[in-house]
């Protein structure tokens, strides 16, 4: 593939690279001299009925290093028009023509913006232009996003998990709450850590509640059923987006999305057969998960790789004290096994080879005070493929012992760790759809060749809620905290409260403060972290 040119600064230049959402997105474009024109037909009144409509809102996403993608969905063929400033007024705004959005990318279209200004409030306005009546322009939405602050003051919020176990969208509650109450914080960005729909979990209109009650949905077609065709996963997506407390947040809160199984299926790996669940009559969980990952690529506002379109993990650097490191445990990993192997092969892979190479030597660059890994499932808790009969392993933990199976890559990963002297790693994360602090020491730990660390785990978004799981001690994972339903209580509503998420405060000095919090922004836990040098 040859090279392709570097975006141009949309501080001194009007047009630059953007993603192209033609072919399902990955392949970088430059906006065509005869796109530019179209988009600046000027523009005529035109009635609402017939205008132009972007039912989804705006996001923002993968902000680092003075770039960000702008996303947004039209409902028919139209050109996206991005306007930048850094004024919510707009003055002296910069107009960019964007791809067209066609039915190859579900009217889904992205921007990527680059050059942008340093410690600065950005402000973006996205419009379609018809392009079946180049004059008529879509009702303009509005959203913002900070670059990264100069002197390393960072908050951020991280969960997990929406839209499960049969709990959508429920008016009488106020929707998808919690997502308000994160915004709330006005962080600066949010690490959404996977399940970001849940394609196998279809939405009734009502759902009888644990205790009594009934939890009452939004309903639409395409989340009738279980998600098999492309079609159906792209409904799972736009259904979340439906919701006003979601919407609101994306316009101002950027996102880096990780996805996990949810976007597929349960407990997916790429040899699994769904032979046995008569929901589904696609088979394979292979195919599931190729549509699933299209939808989740389209929907979501992340920087597409050229070279290779699938992929999710990636770095972001926020300011002289952050690095993001997004990681993907879904996509290399080999069968759910009993995991109990004891020698590394392609059964244990839960990173894969490649992505290992990537993180180790990513890490190994990286300048940052803190390392934050963005992991998509917990190291330490026991997560079984089959919960009923509680065999099989569904994560990384396999139970108390030397470490075997997946547990090979992450100890060989932690070795690595500790050899280069790479200081400061956190790990955050979701899935068990509860909130903890876990402290990993190898004094307490079966295999002790690491360098202490903490684990966070919080979670659901809008889902039920279970657990605590057990802890393996594998890695001498310490419970700090913990908060989960009750003993003998399970897949509780987001009505009974106990839905959850995290935030992480770096103050200047460095001292990372992390919080865990409830639906309503409660606080439930602190531990104050401070930089080793």
Known sequence: MSKLPEPQRWVTRRSFLYNSALAGGGLLVAASAAGRALAQAPAIITADSRRIAMPYGVQSGDLSGGRAVVWSRADRPARMIVEVATTESFRNAKRFSGPVAVTDSDYTARIDLSGLPADQRVFYRVSFQDLSDLKSFSEPVTGQFRTAPSNGRVRFVWSGDTAGQGYGINPDFGGMRIYEAMRRTEPHFFIHSGDTIYADGPIPETKELPGGGVWRNVTTEAKSKVAET?????????????????????????????????????????????????????????VLAANGMRAFLEYMPIRHDPENRDRIYNKFSYGPHLDVFRIDMRSYRGPNTANLQEEMGPETAILGSEQIRWLKQALLASNATWKVIAADMPIGLVVYDNGKDKTGSEAIAQGDGPARGRELEIADLLSFIRRNGIRNTVWLTADVHYTAAHFYDPNKAKFQDFEPFWEFVSGPLNAGTFGPNPLDDTFGPQLMYVKAPPEGQSNLAPSAGMQFFGQVDIGEDGVMLVTLKDLDGQTLYTKELLPAA
Request: hydrophobic share 35%; proline share 2%; charged share 35%.
């Open 230 to 286: 492309l079609g159906d996963f792209r409904g799972a997506h736009a259904y979340n987006l439906m919701d006003e407390n979601l919407r609101r947040f994306n316009a101002e809160v950027p996102m880096f999305a990780q996805w996990d199984d949810h976007e597929a299926t349960n407990n997916w790996y790429w040899e699994k057969r769904m032979d046995a669940d008569q929901r589904y009559k696609e088979k394979s969980a292979a």
